[in-house]
């Protein structure tokens, strides 16, 4: 049960998360831990659950975070490349560049300039971030995410934060061979995990994983 994991501090949501097997890796436990979710979430940010943070977008828990960030980690290594679409608050785009440290980079993706500019405001609330996104190894946008972001592909991994109405060709068109996505699809009203790998020789495989609730991969509000 998620609010189980909730913590005082920051170090111990990220070890309860462990102790409660919902992060099974150091690396990942690590990287979570040196980036503080008080710099993301408005509200109760050591709490085992989604938040609001406007514009219909929330960040989503943290047990949802460190299981994109685990089922990715094969393909997180130092010097990756990786695309985040659907970035909101920021928080996973951040702990994906620590992933791919030294000599990786991230690119977080997403429709509301809104909430591109709270993603690059949250990363700067701490050196590390400031240092990520001087040094480019963090870069925000403002884009359709499900054009994916073409002018760094291919990309090693690909999150997606947010549920598509079906599975996105130009996003696995922008996957290495090998490379890994992670995106929640949207079938018959329910929504599904599904873990999509290319092999070195470019064949694709879809993994049905575990039923989610996110919020919708859609056009951009005609407001922004
Ligand atoms: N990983 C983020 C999730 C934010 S919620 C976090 O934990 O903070 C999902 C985000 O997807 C929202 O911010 C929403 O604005 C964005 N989004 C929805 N459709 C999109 C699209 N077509 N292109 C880019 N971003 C999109």
Redesign the pocket.
Known sequence: MAWRSSGATNEALIENLYQNGLITSERVKNAMKGVDRAHYAPSAPYQDSPQS?G?R????APHM?ASAAESLLPYLRPGAKVLD?????G??THVLAELVKPGGKVVG????QA?VDLGRRNTGKSAEGRELLESGALEYHKA???LGWPAEAPYDAIHV??AAAGHQEALIEQLRSPGRLFIPVEEAYMQHIYVVDKDENGKVTKKKEYGVQY?P??DAPTED
């Open positions: 943070i514009h977008a929330t960040i989503s975070h679409v659907g970035s909101g608050s928080y996973l993706v997403e429709h509301i909430l359709d995410g499900r934060g947010a919020v991969l859609t």
